[in-house]
């Protein structure tokens, strides 16, 4: 695997299940993984600002895979936020799920859901419409994974952790969204993703993240 350190993030190349057991403890899980819903991805839309028409995929893409058990026991196992578990199975009930509202009518999901085991009861973020992207967004973000989601998000979602939380780890790291929030707080990251096109973009984003020294005192 590659490793990349950029200001306090730890970033890996690789697969999540034989990096994670070498990485130390972390105060927060905070991640986006695969849901298994690629198949139904195939039309047309000009998702990515500046670009043009961009052809999503017509079949499921080799990452878009369920994760196994052993990633949901690790989950369960730490202070996790996890985006999609609507998806998955192997979660335990919780009361605090939280639930990213796009603010848009659209024939796809209009809301996205996020299992938690450190957040006492559900709550609901609305301060960043799925427009972001391009298309009409407010705050211009380059939407560059095509399940990508706004660093307000992630930074809301960090906010919401307890308030002891130093380290943060994110197993499918994408286009590094947690880590820009990480940066942009703080706060200790540890990310790994497989694709070495998304890692490329993650370290690049992180890195614009700490040249903006926008770091918390």
Same mark, same amino acid.
């Given at each position: ?18 990096i ?5 403890? /972390? ?13 139904? $991805? =195939? ?6 600002k500046g ?13 878009? /895979?369920?994760?196994?058990? $052993? ?25 605090? $799920?939280?639930? $990213? ?23 609901v973020?609305?301060?960043?419409p799925?427009? /972001? ?42 286009? =590094?969204?947690?880590? /820009?929030?990480c ?32 770091l918390?005192?």
């Amino acid at each position: 695997s590659r490793i990349e350190i950029i200001g306090n993030s730890h970033l890996y190349l690789g697969d999540c299940r034989e990096i994670l057991p070498s990485l130390p403890k /972390v105060d927060l899980v905070l991640t986006d993984p695969p849901y298994g819903i690629g198949e139904s $991805w =195939g039309s047309e839309g000009s998702w990515q600002k500046g670009c043009g028409k961009a052809r999503m995929w017509g079949n499921r893409p080799e990452w878009d /895979v369920i994760p196994d058990q $052993w990633f949901f026991d690790y989950c369960f196992d730490n202070k996790s936020m996890v985006w999609g578990a609507n998806y998955f199975e192997g979660l335990p009930a919780e009361k605090g $799920w939280l639930i $990213w509202n796009k603010c848009a009518d659209m024939t796809q999901a209009q809301a996205e859901l996020a299992w938690s085991n450190c957040v006492a009861n559900a709550r609901v973020f609305d301060k960043s419409p799925l427009g /972001v992207f391009g298309n009409g967004g407010l705050n211009g973000e380059l939407k560059q994974h095509p399940t990508q989601k706004p660093v307000s998000l992630m930074e809301w979602c960090i906010n919401l952790a307890p308030k002891n939380t130093l380290t943060v780890a994110d197993p499918f790291m994408g286009s =590094g969204t947690t880590g /820009v929030a990480c940066a942009n707080m703080g706060k200790t990251f540890y990310g790994i993703e497989r694709e070495p096109k998304y890692f490329d973009i993650a370290c690049k984003r992180i890195e614009a993240a700490y040249a903006q020294g926008r770091l918390f005192a």
